[in-house]
């Protein structure tokens, strides 16, 4: 599975759109990018994922650059709850490897 | 949508005996499940992947006599910790791969194990 790159933190403010960037520049043409986020001791809650279509859905967008070595996921109105740790991960078949995540932090 | 739950959710235990942790997909078939583990401020490390009716395959570094894998239907896989030690103190996620589908994955809450 590829590694991904993502800033170890961002802050954004309460009410506005949170752009969280990963970079997967090893991506092969089979491996789908997947976002998963962690709130403080519980399990990873899935996001997104997409190919190389940008992507949206009642929770958030994926942007994926036309070379698919990167990705931006877009939280359109950050709230507190949007608080957590995110994870970009790509994948093929079979496992998920999970790198370091972006702290998310919404501040009112 | 598909629902992971793992049992029990916290468990403490004296050192030297053993834990076991199930992981259950509630409303689909799982083929495959994969066990992480998780310290303190770090990310998920995968431990192992197991296949129903086959043996689970283990990570580098990872002890499979220690951590017993039984993945032994379509819907449940056991974790089962033996001769739990404080160091073994860690949250455990579970997650499960729809059969047949496009490798999506799903997450259980995680289990906090706690070796006095």
């Known amino acids: 599975d590829a590694k991904t790159t993502q800033p170890p933190s961002m802050d954004c403010a309460e009410g506005r759109a949170a752009n969280l960037p990963c970079n997967h520049s090893?991506?092969?043409?089979?491996?789908?990018v997947y976002w998963y986020r962690q709130i403080h001791s519980q399990g990873p809650q899935y996001i997104i994922h997409g190919l190389k279509n940008n992507e949206t859905n009642e929770m958030a967008s994926l942007i994926i650059t036309e070379d698919r070595k990167s990705s931006t996921l877009i939280l359109p109105h950050a709230t507190l709850r949007d608080t957590a740790v995110y994870y970009c991960i790509v994948r093929g078949t079979g496992k998920s490897t999970f790198g370091d995540g972006t702290t998310l932090t919404v501040k009112p | 949508g598909a629902v992971v739950s793992q049992h029990p959710s916290w468990v403490i235990c004296k050192s030297g005996t053993s834990v076991k942790i199930e992981c259950r997909s509630l409303d689909f078939q799982a083929t495959t499940m994969f066990w992480y583990r998780q310290f303190p401020k770090q990310s998920l490390m995968l431990m192992a992947t197991?296949?129903?009716?086959?043996?689970?395959?283990?990570e580098q570094g990872v002890e499979k006599d220690k951590f017993l894998i039984n993945h032994a239907s379509l819907t449940l896989s056991t974790l089962t910790v033996t001769s739990a030690h404080p160091e073994d103190s860690s949250f455990y996620i579970c997650?499960?791969?729809?059969?047949?589908?496009?490798?999506?994955?799903?997450f259980g809450p995680g289990t906090r194990l706690t070796v006095l």
């Open positions: 997650s499960a791969g729809i059969a047949g589908g496009l490798n999506e994955q799903f």
């Open positions: 090893t991506i092969s043409g089979n491996e789908y």
């Open positions: 197991s296949n129903e009716g086959s043996k689970a395959t283990y």
